[in-house]
């Protein structure tokens, strides 16, 4: 059978290496030709002897998925849309800033958690992607913008912008266009658990990307149990889409808060606190006007996250078609802030970038093919309401 190497982190490399009869160090150099260097065949190899570059021809492949389409936006945002199979598309974007160049990266063939204000939710679900159809986002970028120094190219990160990371120095300079990495495309990654960490393995493994763990960030609606699996498995930096102050709105929003409500989201994110590599935890708030946005809901919040060593990033509702919520005005995401900061803690407003192509926060849908009947159900129940009218 023939393996596809982008599936294989730095461990399941090794393994397969072994099974060819070669020394666990030709893994290294694999991973350094397949990632650093972005080669998409074995020719090239010109450290690897001519009879295992042929062994390797007959017996795996590096195949990315295929890009369907490839759209920049006037600030700069470029995203792409890429093939995953029976008729499912997902998408990644880039968002390119002075210090850093952030790659956005999906998970899943849409979402199975259906919060209320996400458009990749309101796709519904189709599956897990793969570590080939991650990792293969990272890679594909990095190839793309390494080609095109308009859209990235080489960039200096002044080391004063996130310093060292804790057991080993980080790279002060960066000559990469991706310098950090969000899992916070379409889909919940901790919902793919394994795959989603063999692809953040990679990213921060010194041989294939060498990311250090501050700049890869995984971002989750709150799945409780995950939460602690990531503590052992991966620790890298860890934001939580929040979203609401208490249980009842929360159960609204982000359904999945009923099987997980907020004190146990708390107590998780306190657990994950000792191993954050910047030791807190980012709550992500979504700004929707009339909904969540009012100085009282901002006191609560305050208030609930004062046990949690952490910042909240306000994030601008990003609107699609036929979503009945707006975004709430700037005063109001000023005085929300404003609140916040007065009770301590660090507020910041998530720029939006990218939303003339539709690359913004909860904006990419891809093409899904959903499975489980939830976009039928919600146009029934929507269709039973019209009649009922
Ligand atoms: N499932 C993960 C990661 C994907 S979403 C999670 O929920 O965290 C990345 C962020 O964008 C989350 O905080 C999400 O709640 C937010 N988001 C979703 N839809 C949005 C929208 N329409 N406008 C602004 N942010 C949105």
Known sequence: MTVNLLDLDHEALKAFCAGLGEKPFRAKQLLRWVHHAGADNF????????LLRVKLAESAV?????VLRDTTAADGTRKWLLDVGTGNAIESVFIPEESRGTLCISSQAGCALE???????RQGFNRNLGVAEIIGQLWLASRALKSDPQGGGARTVPAEV?????????????????????MMGMGEPLA??????????????????????????LSTAGLVPGIDRLREACPVSLAVSLHAPNDRLRDELVPINRKYPIRELMAACLRYVDVAPRGYVMFEYVMLAGIN????????????VKSVPCKVNLIPFNPFPGIPYQRSSAE?????????????????????????????CGQLAGQVKDRTKRVRRREATAATMEASR
């Open 115 to 121: 919060c209320s204000f996400c458009s990749t939710g």
């Open 162 to 182: 996130d310093g060292a990371d804790e057991g080993g120095a980080d790279v002060a300079t960066v000559d990469r266009p991706v310098s950090n990495v969000v």
């Open 293 to 304: 946005d009012s100085v009282t809901q901002a006191r609560e919040l305050a208030a609930l």
């Open 62 to 66: 590096i195949t990315p998925p295929s």
């Open 192 to 217: 793919n658990f394994d795959n989603v960490v063999s692809a953040m393995r990679l990213m921060l493994d010194d041989h294939a990307y060498g990311l250090s763990r501050r700049r890869v960030t």
């Open 43 to 50: 020719g090239n190899m010109t450290d690897i002897s001519r």
């Open 332 to 360: 109001a995401i000023g005085r929300f802030r404003e609140v916040l900061m007065q009770a301590g803690l660090i507020a910041t407003v998530r720029k939006t970038r990218g939303d003339d192509i539709d690359a913004a």
